[in-house]
């Protein structure tokens, strides 16, 4: 059985098979979670990392999200900070995010975090619209990445909240805005 094959059954299935694409670089688990017409957006509120502000359809989707992504980043977890209902399957479902990962090139951790906006059609049950929000991206020295890969790796991947992430995290100064951000992210 392939991962196409299967049909996700719930909002939870499909946000899972998203990282199952995303995190761990494979871009057949895209077609799980997104529809064929899918649109991928994306809001910028930093320029510390670069991401074309919209991809049509599934095949630009994985290209953008999995196979360029992937040529510059590895190690990357991504945690939800917000889990639905167990089997549920929603219209739309929102939720903040934290990720860690390292630049091939340099061995720089990048940290960021932000919003998910999903939408998702019925049948088959799949995202039709995703919009990422990066509020903030920092980049952190290669000597920091035991910090702050003990620190995310602590916790429970794939869902976490932002009180776990905060109150665990290293006392690096450069993560202060991703820390502000889990503190207030409606800007308080």
Not at 116 to 141: C, G, N, S
Not at 142 to 171: E, H, I, K, Q
Request: charged share 20%; with cysteine.
């Amino acid at each position: 059985m392939t991962p196409e094959s299967s049909s996700p059954s719930c909002t939870e299935s499909v946000l899972r098979d998203y990282f199952h694409a995303k995190d761990e670089n494979r871009p057949h688990y895209m077609a799980r979670a997104f529809a064929d017409g899918a649109v991928l957006k994306m809001a910028l509120r930093t320029q510390a990392i670069a991401f074309p502000p919209e991809s049509h359809g599934l095949a630009a989707i994985a290209d953008t999200l999995v196979r360029k992504f992937g040529q510059t980043y590895d190690n990357v977890y991504t945690f939800y900070l917000s889990r639905p209902a167990p089997g549920a399957c929603l219209p739309d479902y929102q939720c903040d995010w934290i990720v860690a990962m390292t630049e091939k090139a340099t061995g720089n951790v990048r940290v960021g975090c932000g919003r998910y906006d999903w939408k998702f059609q019925a049948d088959p049950y799949r995202a039709t619209d995703l919009t990422i929000t990066i509020e903030t991206m920092v980049t952190l020295p290669p000597g920091d990445m035991a910090a702050v890969f003990g620190w995310l790796l602590a916790l429970d991947y794939p869902w976490t909240n932002a009180a776990r992430v905060v109150a665990s995290a290293p006392p690096l100064e450069a993560l202060a805005p991703v820390v502000h951000y889990l503190l207030h992210p409606n800007g308080l």
